[in-house]
């Protein structure tokens, strides 16, 4: 009797099929709604708040998702749903990019040609300090070093880097001839010494 009570427990739903579909698919369409208008930042460039929210949102919507429901069965529905909901946005997006755009937003200019735009950075609610840090994780020592940098829409931030123009390109080349004459003066003077020896 314990063994089927268990069974039972395990895989007979505790609410109706049909809602156990709609419920992540109303989370779902809420999460992303929320998502999107509380920026780009929140996808990519998280700050210990941005994460405490995060960890607490996926928690605080599991009851809404799972209701009065704790089957196996129940759980693998809800998860299907989930992803096949998923599947379908992402494919519908994909045939229709002015919705894309509408739903994930556009990419934002952060720095062009080499100037930071402030009032981006704002509207995006991204520090200086914040630039700075993503710029290192990708190998700038600065953001004087930043030709160009971009926040994507799915909150990933790209940089450029300048390009040297035809001055440091002349000194450059003007550093490489001056060490290859020395290395031909030494040459020179090795030859010479071994002619008078």
């Given at each position: 009797?314990?063994?089927?009570?268990?069974?039972?427990?395990?895989?007979?739903?505790?609410?109706?099929?049909?809602?156990?579909?709609?419920?992540?698919?109303?989370?779902?369409?809420?999460?992303?709604v929320g998502l999107r208008l509380s920026g780009?930042?929140?996808?990519?460039?998280?700050?210990p708040f941005d994460l405490v929210v995060l960890?607490?949102?996926?928690?605080?919507?599991?009851?809404?998702?799972?209701?009065?429901?704790?089957?196996?069965?129940?759980?693998?529905?809800?998860?299907?749903?989930?992803?096949?909901?998923?599947?379908?946005?992402?494919?519908?997006?994909?045939?229709?990019?002015?919705?894309?755009?509408?739903?994930?937003?556009?990419?934002?200019?952060?720095?062009?040609?080499?100037?930071?735009?402030?009032?981006?950075?704002?509207?995006?609610?991204?520090?200086?300090?914040?630039?700075?840090?993503?710029?290192?994780?990708?190998?700038?020592?600065?953001?004087?070093?930043?030709?160009?940098?971009?926040?994507?829409?799915?909150?990933?931030?790209?940089?450029?880097?300048?390009?040297?123009?035809?001055?440091?390109?002349?000194?450059?080349?003007?550093?490489?001839?001056?060490?290859?004459?020395?290395?031909?003066?030494?040459?020179?003077?090795?030859?010479?010494?071994?002619?008078?020896?």
């Amino acid at each position: 009797m314990e063994t089927h009570d268990m069974w039972k427990d395990m895989f007979v739903m505790g609410l109706p099929l049909a809602e156990k579909i709609l419920r992540p698919i109303i989370v779902y369409l809420f999460l992303i709604v929320g998502l999107r208008l509380s920026g780009k930042r929140e996808l990519a460039q998280l700050n210990p708040f941005d994460l405490v929210v995060l960890l607490t949102l996926s928690n605080t919507v599991q009851n809404a998702i799972i209701g009065e429901d704790n089957s196996v069965t129940g759980g693998i529905i809800g998860a299907i749903s989930l992803l096949v909901v998923n599947y379908l946005v992402v494919r519908f997006l994909y045939d229709h990019r002015k919705l894309e755009q509408l739903v994930e937003g556009q990419a934002d200019v952060l720095i062009e040609n080499g100037k930071i735009h402030l009032g981006h950075l704002k509207k995006e609610l991204i520090t200086l300090e914040m630039l700075a840090s993503a710029a290192r994780k990708q190998g700038f020592d600065s953001l004087s070093e930043v030709q160009k940098c971009v926040l994507e829409p799915g909150g990933t931030l790209c940089f450029i880097g300048k390009k040297p123009g035809t001055e440091d390109l002349r000194h450059h080349e003007i550093l490489e001839h001056l060490g290859a004459m020395r290395k031909e003066l030494a040459l020179l003077k090795e030859i010479r010494g071994e002619g008078t020896a």
